[in-house]
């Protein structure tokens, strides 16, 4: 990342409230817990994907069978 | 008994923040509520709450809708749980709203929170409704929170807002 990343520090007890720039360390780890959340994020919504097109080509079938789309939905919730 | 709201801290970024963190929360009170209006600078629509900088040991279930299609993503989240903000790419200048209630923060007993978040945005693909359970299975007082952006940072002008609430006769 180009920008230096910073953390706010709001100290409840003071009132105190500081701007403190990550160290290397702290920059490391904040990189890959938003590499993996990303991941998680990437495969849920691949997930819900999937199940928006099972659920599409169940309605097509249902409307082969004759049911109108209300009826369809109904069935499927 | 009533209820007694106080504001603990509040604060309103000036700069872009990687995070926002609460320290030496006072255990005067017997819960605790968070209000956020937040974006993200850069992508993202979402946000982490931690506790203590505890990376583990925390559980949620999530209700999503766009309007339309409510789904229940698999909870999935176990470094910290998760809450809507603004994404970056929608709306230019929006902010989501977030809020956690946070119940019994210094008792020895695990810790839930009811969370609702939203990023109002129409027309995009960035525009949800999220209501949460979340746990977080730790027995230790929670001195601490902290805020994550999904992506890199938070904009400026997000805000957070940390009351107590305690009962008083």
């Known amino acids: ?77 | 008994m009533a209820l007694t709201w106080v504001a603990i801290a509040t604060t309103t970024l000036t700069s872009t923040a990687a995070t926002i963190s609460f320290t030496s929360i006072p255990a005067t009170y017997t819960d605790l509520y968070l209000f956020i209006s937040a974006r993200n600078n850069q992508g993202g629509s979402g946000q982490y709450i931690r506790y203590n900088s505890t990376t583990s040991g925390y559980t949620q279930v999530r209700l999503i809708t766009d309007g339309s299609t409510v789904t229940s993503p698999a909870n999935t989240f176990t470094t910290e749980n998760f809450m809507l903000a603004m994404d970056s790419r929608a709306n230019a200048n929006g902010f989501g709203v977030a809020m956690a209630y946070i119940t019994d923060y210094q008792g020895a007993n695990n810790k839930f929170t009811l969370q609702s978040s939203t990023n109002p945005d129409n027309g995009t693909d960035y525009n949800f409704i999220e209501v949460d359970a979340a746990g977080w299975n730790n027995t230790s007082a929670i001195t601490t929170i902290t805020l994550i952006p999904e992506t890199n940072a938070f904009a400026t002008n997000s805000t957070a807002t940390l009351y107590g609430i305690k009962n008083t006769v």
């Open chain 1, 1 to 77: 990342m180009a920008n230096t990343l910073t953390k706010l520090v709001v100290n409840c007890e003071t009132g105190e409230q500081t701007i403190v720039p990550f160290t290397a360390e702290e920059v490391a780890q904040f990189e890959a817990e938003q590499q993996k959340n990303a991941e998680i994020q990437a495969a849920l919504k691949a997930e819900e994907l999937a199940k928006a097109e099972v659920k599409a080509s169940a309605l097509a079938k249902l409307a082969a069978l004759g049911l109108n789309e209300d009826e369809a939905k109904a069935i499927l919730g």
